[in-house]
């Protein structure tokens, strides 16, 4: 790709791979773990900053999941999940969830002390009023789930210690 020559071009010593990954697809994120698995014993780093959002109406992906869960949160999940052996192989792994403030909008409410809740039963409605990330509860639902996740990891990982951001 031309991202990966420019790097190339930049740093003419440092090696640079290019791999298909369709967060809308649950066997994409498979196939793409498993392709990496086979030919890397650790992970040092995974940076989980895909996204979409402000889509104008409800979709769901071939999976049968409505698409902006899918893609923000759910994609991300599986990835870090089938890369848990990998990462745990590595001598000093992070994990880097890249969320959004629309996360804190009303339904997805996540305060100090409380259980993290989130409304997914109407995170998907008024589809129409999604001009921006703001305006979408589906969006700020799963970014929302992305804190939840981000939080549990880091309790599952060692807490305050782990390298879970």
Not at 10 to 39: G, H, I, M
Not at 74 to 86: V, Y
């Amino acid at each position: 790709t031309d991202a990966a020559g420019r790097i190339r071009a930049q740093l003419p010593f440092s090696t640079v791979e290019v791999e298909v990954l369709d967060l809308a697809s649950l066997e994409s994120v498979r196939k793409f773990a498993a392709a990496f698995l086979a030919r890397h014993g650790t992970l040092d780093a995974l940076i989980n900053n895909a996204g979409v959002s402000a889509i104008p109406e409800r979709r769901e992906t071939a999976d049968g999941i409505e698409q902006i869960l899918q893609v923000n949160f759910l994609g991300h999940f599986l990835l870090t999940s089938l890369l848990m052996p990998a990462l745990r192989a590595a001598a000093a792994p992070r994990v880097i969830n890249v969320s959004s403030r629309a996360s804190f909008l009303p339904n997805a409410k996540l305060t100090q002390g409380e259980t993290p809740q989130l409304d997914l039963q109407h995170a998907g409605a008024a589809y129409g009023a999604c001009q921006t990330p703001v305006d979408c509860p589906a969006y700020s639902a799963s970014k929302m789930a992305q804190l939840i996740f981000t939080r549990e990891l880091q309790r599952r990982l060692g807490g305050e210690s782990s390298r879970v951001l």
